[in-house]
């Protein structure tokens, strides 16, 4: 919750629109939300607004916070071309902010019936400008019939402030649990990553690495640029829990590519960034999938289900790995975890944000090959691979952890994720930071693994 004033600290009024901590203090998108609702008190008594204006400056965030209209604060044009992570994290800012304009909606309302008290007097709040856009009707309200100076900064401040927390939560599936860090500044002390971020997803293919990095910023405000702290990651933990790609609790079939999930950990106690073992996998050993033996009892599943679970690492100058130590029969295997999060994230799959074609007739449908043994393929040295044409690994009724190991053991060019009872297709698009697929029949590049695995789950 936000904290509230003491005798210590100095009260809401003049300059001052928030008690935050000089050293900063960690709230949710709700509670910092609420500690922003003295700056549209402010914006309603020096403007004198009433019921009627509520509604002009409800369609202003709206407007500020969604995709494609003339006011957006996130210039985003994704599409079924888009790369897939512009298309997760447009997806989020959608969700986000609508969310985001309905707590506005009932804050005017309810600030406009039962305003909140200011001791040290009327706000005047020096803003600096960002450049959102604003409505004609909002223009007209603020700066024209009864608005000004104090009014339009006072605005702009708590508009700004909500834009940039839409954009801090973008990298997380559950952006109502993270825990912001939050200054006498509010959110502004990320702009300088906010802007580092957005820049390369609007005028690039973003990288995982850099939606790590911003929402570890977010949460802990250790920097990103020049130097960033430690290296790059595919996740981290801080004070009180780890951001870790979504995957992890989700199906590999349709678990997001790039978002993280907050996990709330008592145990974490310092700021630690999660790294691949392998930093270059173009370098790893290779296992051709010809040289390991069939599966028993192909096409059909393994005999006997893998277990497996993560461990993490020790900690060493701010960073760790982990890995999935899986078992069966008495044999056991580990796969690096972030090889294998590079793997789901590469892998081609027949979901609604892939276009896909089938397969001429003489491929995997007509004469299917045998399928390689999961266990032998998850203990192979290095990274398994062909040249030799297309090669199916069966693991229908194995678990989601171990499909997830599975893909951090191929290695990751020219992947397909199989539902058992889907039609065999040829993704004709790729991730975003993938290879481009060089499959070809005279052996210049990778050959197709396919991974079959079990339908998604229905409720």
Same mark, same amino acid.
């Given at each position: 919750?936000?904290?509230?004033?003491?005798?210590?600290?100095?009260?809401?009024?003049?300059?001052?629109?928030?008690?935050?901590?000089?050293?900063?203090?960690?709230?949710?998108?709700?509670?910092?939300?609420?500690?922003?609702?003295?700056l549209l008190q402010?914006?309603?008594?020096?403007?004198?607004?009433?019921?009627?204006?509520?509604?002009?400056?409800?369609?202003?965030?709206?407007?500020?916070?969604?995709?494609?209209?003339?006011?957006?604060?996130?210039?985003?044009?994704?599409?079924?071309?888009?790369?897939?992570?512009?298309?997760?994290?447009?997806?989020?800012?959608?969700?986000?902010?609508?969310?985001?304009?309905?707590w506005a909606a009932?804050?005017?309302?309810?600030?406009?019936?039962?305003?909140?008290?200011?001791?040290?007097?009327?706000?005047?709040?020096?803003?600096?400008?960002?450049?959102?856009?604003?409505?004609?009707?909002?223009?007209?309200?603020?700066?024209?019939?009864?608005?000004?100076?104090?009014?339009?900064?006072?605005?702009?401040?708590?508009?700004?402030?909500?834009?940039?927390?839409?954009?801090?939560?973008?990298?997380f599936t559950n952006?109502?649990?993270?825990?912001?860090?939050?200054?006498?500044?509010?959110?502004?002390?990320?702009?300088?990553?906010?802007?580092?971020?957005?820049?390369?997803?609007?005028?690039?293919?973003?990288?995982?690495?850099?939606?790590?990095?911003?929402?570890?910023?977010?949460?802990?405000?250790?920097?990103?640029?020049?130097?960033?702290?430690?290296?790059?990651?595919?996740?981290?933990?801080?004070?009180?829990?780890?951001?870790?790609?979504? !995957?992890?609790?989700? @199906? &590999?079939? *349709? /678990?997001?590519?790039?978002? $993280? #999930?907050? +996990?709330?950990?008592?145990?974490?106690?310092?700021?630690?960034?999660?790294?691949?073992?392998?930093?270059?996998?173009?370098?790893?050993?290779?296992?051709? !999938?010809?040289?390991? @033996? &069939?599966? *028993? /009892?192909?096409?059909?599943? $393994? #005999?006997? +289900?893998?277990?497996?679970?993560?461990?993490?690492?020790?900690?060493?100058?701010?960073?760790?790995?982990?890995?999935?130590?899986?078992?069966?029969?008495?044999?056991?295997?580990?796969?690096?975890?972030?090889?294998?999060?590079?793997?789901?994230?590469?892998?081609?799959?027949?979901?609604?944000?892939?276009?896909?074609?089938?397969?001429?007739?003489?491929?995997?449908?007509?004469?299917?090959?045998?399928?390689?043994?999961?266990?032998?393929?998850?203990?192979?040295?290095?990274?398994?691979?062909?040249?030799?044409?297309?090669?199916?690994?069966?693991?229908?009724?194995?678990?989601?952890?171990?499909?997830?190991?599975?893909?951090?053991?191929?290695?990751?060019?020219?992947?397909?994720?199989?539902?058992?009872?889907?039609?065999?297709?040829?993704?004709?698009?790729?991730?975003?930071?993938?290879?481009?697929?060089?499959?070809?029949?005279?052996?210049?590049?990778?050959?197709?693994?396919?991974?079959?695995?079990?339908?998604?789950?229905?409720?």
């Amino acid at each position: 919750m936000p904290i509230a004033p003491t005798p210590s600290t100095p009260a809401l009024g003049g300059s001052r629109w928030n008690t935050f901590p000089a050293a900063g203090t960690a709230l949710t998108a709700r509670d910092f939300f609420t500690a922003t609702e003295p700056l549209l008190q402010g914006v309603i008594d020096d403007n004198a607004l009433t019921a009627a204006d509520g509604e002009v400056l409800e369609t202003q965030i709206r407007a500020t916070l969604a995709l494609g209209t003339r006011e957006t604060s996130l210039p985003l044009a994704v599409g079924p071309g888009s790369a897939p992570a512009a298309r997760e994290l447009g997806a989020q800012a959608e969700e986000i902010g609508h969310e985001l304009a309905s707590w506005a909606a009932a804050a005017l309302e309810r600030l406009l019936a039962d305003r909140i008290a200011l001791p040290a007097g009327p706000l005047i709040v020096r803003s600096h400008c960002y450049g959102h856009l604003l409505t004609p009707p909002a223009t007209d309200l603020l700066l024209g019939r009864r608005g000004g100076p104090v009014t339009m900064q006072l605005y702009n401040e708590w508009l700004h402030q909500v834009v940039l927390l839409r954009d801090a939560l973008l990298p997380f599936t559950n952006w109502q649990d993270v825990p912001l860090l939050i200054t006498p500044t509010g959110l502004r002390h990320i702009e300088p990553a906010r802007d580092a971020f957005l820049t390369e997803l609007l005028v690039r293919r973003i990288r995982h690495t850099s939606i790590v990095a911003f929402a570890r910023h977010a949460v802990t405000g250790t920097p990103i640029a020049p130097n960033p702290s430690g290296p790059a990651g595919y996740g981290f933990e801080s004070s009180g829990g780890t951001a870790l790609p979504a !995957v992890l609790d989700q @199906p &590999p079939l *349709t /678990a997001p590519r790039y978002l $993280l #999930t907050w +996990r709330p950990d008592p145990a974490a106690d310092e700021t630690v960034t999660h790294v691949a073992e392998l930093r270059d996998y173009y370098a790893a050993p290779r296992t051709l !999938v010809e040289h390991l @033996p &069939p599966a *028993t /009892a192909a096409p059909g599943p $393994l #005999t006997g +289900r893998i277990t497996g679970r993560i461990v993490a690492g020790p900690v060493a100058d701010g960073a760790r790995t982990a890995a999935i130590e899986l078992a069966h029969d008495g044999a056991t295997a580990r796969v690096d975890l972030g090889q294998a999060l590079r793997g789901h994230r590469f892998a081609h799959r027949p979901d609604g944000a892939t276009s896909a074609e089938a397969l001429p007739a003489d491929a995997l449908a007509a004469d299917p090959p045998a399928a390689t043994d999961v266990w032998t393929a998850l203990r192979a040295p290095g990274l398994v691979w062909t040249e030799a044409g297309d090669a199916v690994l069966d693991a229908t009724g194995q678990g989601d952890l171990v499909v997830l190991a599975l893909l951090g053991r191929l290695y990751p060019e020219n992947v397909t994720l199989h539902p058992a009872d889907h039609p065999v297709t040829h993704p004709t698009d790729h991730p975003a930071d993938h290879p481009t697929d060089r499959a070809t029949a005279s052996g210049n590049g990778p050959s197709r693994l396919v991974a079959r695995i079990d339908p998604p789950r229905t409720s």
